[in-house]
Each structure stands twice: as structure tokens, then as C-alpha cells.
């Protein structure tokens, strides 16, 4: 029986395989890389493998038994029962039989199986994931019904659909398939099995990939001694694993221990490889990496060096990996402050790039921008803009073809768009109105993809088949161009065709450039239009933050008023010249961090929430007068700080660009009064679940059943209410299923939460545990049911029809960085699939606290508590419950609180934690104790955040 290939992830840094050295005839104290086959006994092993499947094919299964049993017994006298290729033996000896005695309708079935595996590879060879995904899923369930869970190719079948799904970006749900394939493994073949070493690398890697370092690297720690024990040391394996295990450490910031392991690595690979080979050539480039993350610039510069001399010598300059090392040596060079030296590799890597590759690919696209930020640093403004032109119109070609999905591609313009530099270089040229124009160009382009394709509003279908045309000329001419290219010599027939080559090239660029650029202009409102929807006494603010690059580190802030030009203010540092100092630029995330750890104390908030306003508000200052609303546009390193926790003079709301308020006034209000509120979901499990589907260990909420039942009570009968096992992700979509979810204008989720700062839409909501399905496994165009509620799933399957979801949960607010869409998550899924707006939370929320904020928010924004004539706008509700609860007493908060809350939060608490009292006060028998407000700390307020229409 053909053996079926497990799909890995691909070993970090793209090194490749070579074969074993030769080994020493076994015994049976020798290790298993020393007891491979060798001589006569290597040749005879493959000649009766090579006839048994050539039985097989012919259906001459007798004969196939008979030739699989002789190679069994071979390989048990020559390397032990316990090797991993005699087991692999034993194994297809059981499938040979197994198939043997099938009825032939299954036999068929078998086949089509093993097919479908060879199919779903080639789609995958392509990079055509989603294709495959079927055809992979197929193969399982054909494996499954012919040789149950228990049998290696389920297994085998097992990884290959996680591998499918981890590159599609559906981690969490890979996940589940790695660890059942991981499970199988070590159950049917042991731990002494490169499969198995394989399995514990390919889910050490997802793990990678969903930021759960520490989980991964005792995964990577067990991959690295079962590849030393059945490899040794001198193989592309081992080292591989060496290489991922300091790629892990390196992440998690231990980049002393990461380096001596990468230096381990180079030893493998300089004794495998020599100091020619491309592979080395890669871990030279990753340990210069490393020293990079240290600040060792001028450690790292030589291992530049030397990775940009072994890629000359091997590939010649005109190659893409070469063209990588001049980049690579000019960004160490520029991190030296030593912009001279830089500038011409940067230049050389440009020329390169766009001879090599085109001006719009993604290469080119950076090495335009990095180029610019050379010139910048050495303000040459004028020229930098020159440049930035450039690599705007690649950029914009290269984000759509990078990722099919809007939200993906924001995760590419976190650090591949040149709008954030170009609208600081157009400041420093005095065009204030041309800068604000390039700053809404860096601003929720990806949600705008997602809306846009949501209601049809992106190319027609004439322009994406063109596009898809283009594509595909640009990905038929590109190989035979870049051979051409890269030749020392051509004669004169190949002269002329590259000259074609590279005119048609072009041709196609323009046209897709030429697309590009309409699509871009129909997403983006004008500055006129954004103007239009702001009233007299609102701003909107947007800073402008500049990566660290070299001593290039700028800060611009942008106030844009309903009348007049936006207002630009480059922000002073705190040093005596102005200039920024680390201390500066980490100012943001310490006050975040400190308001979410929840251990500074209220002075140490407030000294920290004061020099953010002396920082980031202050300098803003004289553009704002007049004004009672700000909304605030943060992204980047405002992302995630809550600015009402720095003044309390304006009204604070959220925007994820101009474009979205300005389009706000053509979109019909939902009709609908209805509420769906969500809370206290059962989180038993029954011990008989498997591991896979449990998650974690979650507290009870007992405050979310009052908060979801006072809520309710506001709405009448016009409320829907999931509570205990009905608070499930089996409910949701049931009603999703129905298309009732379209009909509520108000959602509401009290449950935990758990962010995911890595995986783009990763961020979970928990939901009832007690009746998950007992294997859950994905499904094609179905939601994994697995009682978490991810943002993906609410992009890929929801339709809503609300005025306003909100999340009464942690860290909801949260997840990966993606530039100027801000932190990727709920917001944008929610307000893709047809909210107006979304309120969430920026970190770990108290209970109690919450839910009294919530039930005050909700009277607020309905108009339903004494004192008001009516409903609020939600920003001024929302604003209206935080000022109240800070200003809260701990007697009113008692008497508010009737049921007990075991004070727990809304996500899974650390280990260690403890439980804090229902409402934080003192012995209510001292003096004062009365008057104490217990929630004036901003971490019981100001995590709570509106993006979105604030009316």
C-alpha cells in the first residue's frame, strides 16, 4: 500500500532536507539512526516494497500480503521489532489484509481516498487551501468508516486536514485536529516514531502561530530529543528543530538562550551543509536576526554579511534571496544610524526587487517604502515623497493580491503601507489637507474590503475577472522572466524576449495598479465628506506614530474640525531638544499594561494617565476648543488605551477611520426593537468529554444572570434571553441558521472572554460547555462547535441587522495588531457583518462592576431611568454610566449588588489570582466606610470602549 506523506507545516525559515549519512549495521542497544538498512539488506528491502505495491495496484492482494510479510520479517531481524520502519511495516501488513477482505464497492471507496489525498496535495502545492479542504476532509471520513480512529493513515489524514486549515489561518480549529492526530500517534506507533516527532513540531507550531509560546516550546523541547534519538544530531531534522526551538525562545523574548541554540544550529549546518549552502546561509540570517532583537546591531552586521556573500556566490545578485540580504544588511546598517551606508543597498535591493519581481509585487512595495524611510531620516522630504508615490501604487496592487480576505490584508499593511510615513512627510511639506488624505489611506482599509465585499460593493464582476485575468498572465509570465533575468549571460533570441517579457509585465501592472486605484477611490470618503458629518463642537483625532526605524522615531497629531484644514502637531519628546526617548515611546502600552494588570496603585494610574495627556492630548490642545466630542481613530500605539482615562472634558467615542462616520449618514437605522441577551452559561463539563473540546477552566458569572435579566426587563417582551445551557453556541446557531440574528437591534454577550493578540480573529467569547458534541471536528461552510464564539465565525457565517452588539466580557477589545484597522477582532466582525456599532472591553473586567455599569448604560441609552426625557446617544449613555459608576458609593453599590458574585472577571483568572470582594470596600463599620467609592479606580470604568456610530 502506497504510504500516505504527512503534510507538516513548513520548517521554520523555509531549510530543506538531505539524507542520511551511512550507518553502522544495527544491534539491538543501538539507537534508532543507527539501525537503519544498509548494503544488500537496503536494496532487498526496496525491491520487495517496490513488488508489493505493484501487487497491490494490479489487485493481486495474496501476492502484496506475501511480499509485505517477507519485508516485515526482514526488517524485524535486521532492526528490531521496535523500529520505526518495521512498525510502519506491520502497519501497511494490518491495512494490506484489512483492504484485501473488503467488499469491492469499498475497495473502490478506498481508492477514491487515496485519490483525494493526491488531489487535495496538487491543489495545496498551489497554495489553493480552501480548495483542498473538502477533498481533505473526504479522505478522513472515507478512513474513518474503513479503518476506524484507530489506524495510522486516519491519523496521518488527521494531520494533513490541520495542516490544511492552519495555513488557511483557522488555528484554534487546527489545533483540535493536531492534537487527536498527535493522540493516534502515540497510542498506534509510540513515541520513537518520525511521525510522531513531527506531529509534536507541526502543533508546537500552531501554537507559534497563535502566540501560545510557553505552551509551545516544551512541544518543541519533546520534537528536538525524539529527532536526536531517531536521527542524531547530524541531520537536517534535528538541526530544523534546534532552529525551531530558538525561533520559540526568541518570541518569547529569551533571546540569550535563543542565541545559543541558533549558534547550535549553525554548527549542524556548516557540518551538514558547509559555508555555501543556502540553508546556512538562512540560520547566519536568522541568528543576525536574533542579535537585532538584542541591539547587537554591529554583532549582527557580519552574519549580514556573510548570508549576503554565500547567496551571491550561490545565486549571483539577480536573485530574490539576494535581493532579501541587501535589504536585510541596509535595515542592520540603518539600525547603526549609519544612513549613508545604508541608502545605496537599499537602492541595490529596490533595482533588484523591481527587475526581478515587477513594481508591484510585494518586495518591491517594501523596498520602495524602506527606501523612503532612508530618505526621510535624512530629511529629504521631497524625495522621500517621490518614493512614497511609488510605493503606494505597489502597495496598493500588492495588498490584493496577498490575501483574499480584507482583515488578512490589514495584517500585511501593519507593516508593509507607506500611508503612515507618507502622511508625516507630507506634513513636513506643509500640506496639511494631501497628509490627512494619506492618513485615511492607512485607516480601516481592511474592514472597508470586508464591508464592501459584504454588500457587493467592490469590484464588478467584469473588473475581479479582469483582475483574476491579469493575475494569472503576471503568474504564467514571472518564472520564464525571473530565469531569464537571473542568467550571467543571454543570446540574442532570449535578449529579445525578455524585453517583451518585461514590456508585457509592466502592461499588466498598469492595468492592475490602474484597478487598484478605482477600488480605492470608491472605498475612501473626501475629506469634505467627512467634514459634513461632524457637527460644530466634535473633532475627530488621529495620531500618527512612525515605527521605531534607526533614530527615525516621529509622533504627529491630526484634529480635523467641520470647517477649516486638519490641523497637523508634530509631538515633542520629553528630552531637553524634544526629542523621543524609549521612556516616550513606551508610555502607551505602560499605562495599558498597568490599568489591565490591575496592580499600580491609583497613583501610579493617574501620574501615568497625566503624561499621556501631556504627551498625546496637551500639544492638540488649541485646535480643540469649542469641542465637547472627540472621536478618537486609534490605531497603532493609541490602540487599545482608553482616552477618557486621560481627561474627562470631552466626550470620548471611537472610529475605525473618517470614511466609516462619513458613510454612517446614508445607512438606514434598523427598524427592529428587539433584544437577544446572552449570560451565565453553564460551564460544567461531564469528565467523559475529551480534552480537545474542553478549553479551559471557567468561573461562574452569577452577576451576568442579573445583569442579562434587568437588561431584559428594560426591553419587555421584546427580549430573547439565553441563560444556562441555552447560553450555547448551539443556540446561536440554530438562530443563525433560522436568520433570526438579523432581527434583534440590540445584542448582548455577559460570558468570558479570552483575547488573541496574534492569531488575526482568534479572540473568543466562552459559552455553555455542558453539552458540546463529543468530537467536535470542523466542517466546510459550517462553524466548529466547540462552545467558543470566535470573531472568524461571526465574519464568516453571521448576518446581523443591530444598532449595537455589545460584548459584557474581557479583553473583547483585544486582538492583533493591524496597523491602521487597529487591533483586529470583534470590532470589525461585528461591524462587517451589520452593526452600526460594538461596545467592548480592553481588558479583564470585575463582575460586579460590569454588570452595574451595563444595566446603567442600557436605562441610558432607552431613556427608562428617572431624571431622563428620553433615549441618549450611545457614546453620551455610555459616558453618562462610567462618570456614574466612578463616582458610585459603596453603600448605593451594595444596595445595588443583591446577588453575590464571588467577585470573579470575565476571563480565566491566573493561576494564583485571587478572588476579589464583591464591591472593594473596607470594613463597613469604620468611619467613612459609607461614603468610600469603591469603583473610582479607571480599571472598574474606562475598559469599556464604543467603536462605531455614536448616536
Known amino acids: 500500500m502506497r504510504r500516505f506523506i504527512l503534510v507538516g507545516l513548513a520548517l521554520a525559515y523555509g531549510l530543506t532536507a538531505m539524507s542520511d549519512e551511512p550507518k553502522p549495521k544495527p544491534t539491538a542497544t543501538l539507537p534508532p539512526y543507527k539501525r537503519l538498512l544498509t548494503d544488500a539488506d537496503a536494496k532487498i528491502a526496496e525491491e520487495l516494497e517496490k513488488r508489493s505495491e505493484e501487487a497491490e495496484k494490479a489487485?493481486?492482494?495474496?501476492?502484496a500480503i506475501a511480499l509485505r510479510g517477507e519485508l516485515l520479517a526482514l526488517r524485524i531481524k535486521a532492526q528490531g521489532a521496535d523500529h520505526w520502519e518495521a512498525i510502519d511495516v506491520k502497519w501497511e501488513l494490518i491495512t494490506t489484509r484489512k483492504v484485501a477482505a473488503l467488499p469491492a464497492d469499498q475497495r473502490a471507496g478506498w481508492r477514491k481516498a487515496d485519490q483525494g489525498v493526491n488531489e487535495a496535495r496538487e491543489l495545496e502545492a498551489k497554495g489553493e487551501y480552501a480548495k483542498a479542504q473538502p477533498l481533505r476532509q473526504k479522505s478522513l471520513d472515507r478512513y474513518r468508516e474503513l479503518f476506524s480512529d484507530r489506524h495510522p493513515n486516519t491519523a496521518i489524514c488527521y494531520g494533513n486536514l490541520a495542516a490544511n486549515l492552519n495555513a488557511q489561518g483557522k488555528c484554534a480549529d487546527a489545533h483540535l485536529l493536531f492534537q487527536k492526530s498527535l493522540d493516534l500517534y502515540r497510542e498506534l506507533l509510540g513515541d520513537k516514531h518520525p511521525n510522531t516527532a513531527t506531529i509534536y513540531n507541526n502543533l508546537a507550531l500552531n501554537l507559534t502561530a497563535q502566540g501560545r509560546y510557553a505552551d509551545a516550546e516544551p512541544l518543541l523541547q519533546m520534537a528536538l530529543g525524539l529527532r536526536q534519538e531517531l536521527h542524531g544530531d547530524k541531520h537536517p531534522n534535528t538541526a530544523s528543530s534546534y532552529n525551531n526551538l530558538a525561533g520559540n525562545l526568541n518570541a518569547q523574548g529569551k533571546c540569550a538562550e535563543a542565541q545559543l541554540l541558533y549558534h547550535k544550529a549553525l554548527d549542524l549546518y556548516l557540518d551538514l551543509f558547509g559555508d555555501a549552502h543556502p540553508n546556512t546561509a538562512t540560520i547566519y540570517n536568522n541568528l543576525a536576526l536574533n542579535l537585532d532583537a538584542q541591539r547587537k546591531y554591529a554583532e549582527a552586521q557580519p552574519l549580514y554579511q556573510k548570508a549576503l556573500d554565500i547567496r551571491r556566490s550561490r545565486f549571483g545578485d539577480k536573485h530574490p534571496d539576494t535581493a532579501l540580504s541587501y535589504s536585510n544588511m541596509a535595515g542592520n546598517l540603518y539600525s547603526q544610524g549609519k544612513y549613508a551606508e545604508a541608502h545605496p543597498l537599499f537602492q541595490k535591493a529596490l533595482d533588484l526587487n523591481r527587475d526581478l519581481l515587477g513594481d508591484t509585487h510585494p518586495n518591491s512595495a517594501k523596498s520602495f517604502l524602506v527606501l523612503a524611510y532612508s530618505l526621510h531620516a535624512q530629511r529629504k522630504y521631497a524625495e522621500a515623497q517621490g518614493q512614497l508615490t511609488e510605493a503606494a501604487t505597489a502597495y496598493e496592487v500588492a495588498r490584493l493580491g496577498v490575501a483574499s480576505r480584507g482583515l488578512d490584508r490589514a495584517v500585511f499593511g501593519a507593516t508593509r503601507s507607506p500611508y503612515r510615513l507618507q502622511a508625516t512627510t507630507l506634513a513636513h511639506l506643509h500640506s496639511p489637507v494631501a497628509a490627512w488624505v494619506a492618513a485615511e489611506n492607512d485607516l480601516a482599509r481592511g474592514l472597508s474590503d470586508e464591508t464592501a465585499t459584504y454588500k457587493g460593493l467592490t469590484l464588478t464582476l467584469d473588473e475581479q475577472n479582469h483582475r483574476i485575468n491579469l493575475t494569472d498572465r503576471l503568474a504564467q509570465i514571472q518564472p520564464r522572466l525571473l530565469q531569464l533575468v537571473s542568467k550571467a549571460t543571454l543570446t540574442d533570441p532570449e535578449k529579445e524576449e525578455l524585453a517583451k517579457l518585461q514590456v508585457d509585465r509592466?502592461?499588466?501592472?498598469?492595468?492592475?495598479?490602474?484597478?487598484?486605484?478605482?477600488?480605492?477611490?470608491?472605498?475612501?470618503?473626501?475629506?469634505?465628506?467627512?467634514?459634513?458629518?461632524?457637527?460644530?463642537?466634535?473633532?475627530?483625532?488621529?495620531?500618527?506614530?512612525?515605527?521605531?526605524?534607526?533614530?527615525?522615531?516621529?509622533?504627529?497629531?491630526?484634529?480635523?474640525?467641520?470647517?477649516?484644514?486638519?490641523?497637523?502637531?508634530?509631538?515633542?519628546?520629553?528630552?531637553?531638544?524634544?526629542?523621543?526617548?524609549?521612556?516616550?515611546?513606551?508610555?502607551?502600552?505602560?499605562?495599558?499594561?498597568?490599568?489591565?494588570?490591575?496592580?499600580?496603585?491609583?497613583?501610579?494610574?493617574?501620574?501615568?494617565?497625566?503624561?499621556?495627556?501631556?504627551?498625546?492630548?496637551?500639544?492638540?490642545?488649541?485646535?480643540?476648543?469649542?469641542?465637547?466630542?472627540?472621536?478618537?481613530?486609534?490605531?497603532?500605539?493609541?490602540?487599545?488605551?482608553?482616552?477618557?482615562?486621560?481627561?474627562?472634558?470631552?466626550?470620548?467615542?471611537?472610529?475605525?477611520?473618517?470614511?466609516?462616520?462619513?458613510?454612517?449618514?446614508?445607512?438606514?437605522?434598523?427598524?427592529?426593537?428587539?433584544?437577544?441577551?446572552?449570560?451565565?452559561?453553564?460551564?460544567?463539563?461531564?469528565?467523559?468529554?475529551?480534552?480537545?473540546?474542553?478549553?479551559?477552566?471557567?468561573?461562574?458569572?452569577?452577576?451576568?444572570?442579573?445583569?442579562?435579566?434587568?437588561?431584559?426587563?428594560?426591553?419587555?417582551?421584546?427580549?430573547?434571553?439565553?441563560?444556562?445551557?441555552?447560553?450555547?453556541?448551539?443556540?446561536?446557531?440554530?438562530?443563525?441558521?433560522?436568520?433570526?440574528?438579523?432581527?434583534?437591534?440590540?445584542?448582548?454577550?455577559?460570558?468570558?472572554?479570552?483575547?488573541?493578540?496574534?492569531?488575526?480573529?482568534?479572540?473568543?467569547?466562552?459559552?455553555?460547555?455542558?453539552?458540546?458534541?463529543?468530537?467536535?471536528?470542523?466542517?466546510?461552510?459550517?462553524?466548529?462547535?466547540?462552545?467558543?464564539?470566535?470573531?472568524?465565525?461571526?465574519?464568516?457565517f453571521w448576518d446581523l441587522n443591530a444598532?449595537?452588539?455589545?460584548?459584557?466580557?474581557?479583553?473583547?477589545?483585544?486582538?492583533?495588531?493591524?496597523?491602521?484597522?487597529?487591533?483586529?477582532?470583534?470590532?470589525?466582525?461585528?461591524?462587517?457583518?451589520?452593526?452600526?456599532?460594538?461596545?467592548?472591553?480592553?481588558?479583564?473586567?470585575?463582575?460586579?462592576?460590569?454588570?452595574?455599569?451595563?444595566?446603567?448604560?442600557?436605562?441610558?441609552?432607552?431613556?427608562?431611568?428617572?431624571?431622563?426625557?428620553?433615549?441618549?446617544?450611545?457614546?453620551?449613555?455610555?459616558a453618562e454610566a462610567k462618570r456614574w459608576l466612578r463616582e458610585i458609593s459603596a453603600e448605593e453599590a451594595l444596595k445595588l449588588t443583591a446577588a453575590a458574585t464571588n467577585g470573579v472577571v470575565r476571563g480565566n483568572r491566573g493561576k494564583g489570582e485571587k478572588l476579589k470582594p464583591v464591591v472593594p470596600v473596607m470594613d463597613p463599620t469604620q468611619p467613612g466606610a459609607k461614603e468610600i467609592k469603591p469603583f473610582a479606580d479607571p480599571r472598574y470604568w474606562a475598559a469599556f470602549i464604543l467603536i462605531g456610530d455614536p448616536n
Not at 854 to 869: A, C, D, H, S, V
Open 59 to 63: 489487485d493481486d492482494f495474496d501476492k
Open 506 to 796: 509592466r502592461a499588466i501592472e498598469t492595468e492592475l495598479s490602474g484597478l487598484a486605484s478605482r477600488l480605492s477611490r470608491r472605498q475612501l470618503a473626501s475629506l469634505p465628506g467627512v467634514q459634513a458629518a461632524l457637527s460644530s463642537d466634535a473633532a475627530v483625532v488621529l495620531w500618527v506614530d512612525l515605527p521605531n526605524q534607526g533614530d527615525l522615531l516621529e509622533h504627529w497629531g491630526c484634529v480635523v474640525r467641520r470647517d477649516g484644514e486638519p490641523a497637523w502637531e508634530q509631538l515633542p519628546g520629553s528630552s531637553p531638544k524634544q526629542t523621543w526617548t524609549n521612556a516616550d515611546s513606551v508610555l502607551p502600552s505602560k499605562l495599558r499594561e498597568a490599568l489591565a494588570s490591575g496592580s499600580a496603585t491609583a497613583a501610579e494610574l493617574a501620574n501615568l494617565a497625566d503624561q499621556l495627556h501631556a504627551q498625546r492630548l496637551a500639544p492638540l490642545s488649541r485646535h480643540l476648543g469649542g469641542v465637547k466630542t472627540i472621536y478618537v481613530i486609534a490605531v497603532n500605539e493609541m490602540a487599545g488605551i482608553p482616552v477618557e482615562a486621560l481627561t474627562c472634558e470631552y466626550t470620548i467615542s471611537y472610529l475605525p477611520s473618517g470614511t466609516f462616520l462619513a458613510q454612517l449618514q446614508s445607512r438606514v437605522p434598523p427598524s427592529s426593537s428587539a433584544l437577544m441577551a446572552l449570560g451565565d452559561p453553564d460551564f460544567s463539563r461531564p469528565e467523559a468529554k475529551p480534552k480537545a473540546a474542553r478549553g479551559g477552566n471557567w468561573k461562574d458569572l452569577p452577576g451576568t444572570r442579573s445583569e442579562v435579566a434587568q437588561i431584559a426587563k428594560l426591553f419587555g417582551p421584546s427580549s430573547t434571553t439565553l441563560l444556562d445551557s441555552e447560553a450555547s453556541e448551539q443556540s446561536l446557531d440554530t438562530l443563525r441558521k433560522k436568520g433570526e440574528l438579523s432581527k434583534f437591534r440590540f445584542l448582548h454577550f455577559a460570558t468570558h472572554g479570552e483575547a488573541n493578540n496574534i492569531r488575526t480573529l482568534e479572540s473568543v467569547l466562552i459559552l455553555a460547555q455542558d453539552k458540546l458534541p463529543e468530537t467536535p471536528l470542523p466542517r466546510v461552510g459550517e462553524p466548529l462547535i466547540n462552545g467558543q464564539l470566535s470573531a472568524r465565525e461571526v465574519l464568516e
Open 803 to 878: 444598532e449595537l452588539v455589545t460584548l459584557s466580557a474581557c479583553e473583547t477589545a483585544i486582538g492583533r495588531q493591524g496597523g491602521g484597522d487597529g487591533l483586529l477582532g470583534f470590532a470589525q466582525a461585528f461591524l462587517t457583518r451589520g452593526s452600526r456599532a460594538v461596545c467592548l472591553s480592553l481588558w479583564k473586567v470585575d463582575d460586579t462592576a460590569t454588570a452595574l455599569l451595563m444595566i446603567r448604560f442600557y436605562q441610558n441609552l432607552l431613556g427608562k431611568r428617572p431624571g431622563l426625557t428620553g433615549p441618549m446617544p450611545k457614546a453620551l449613555a455610555l
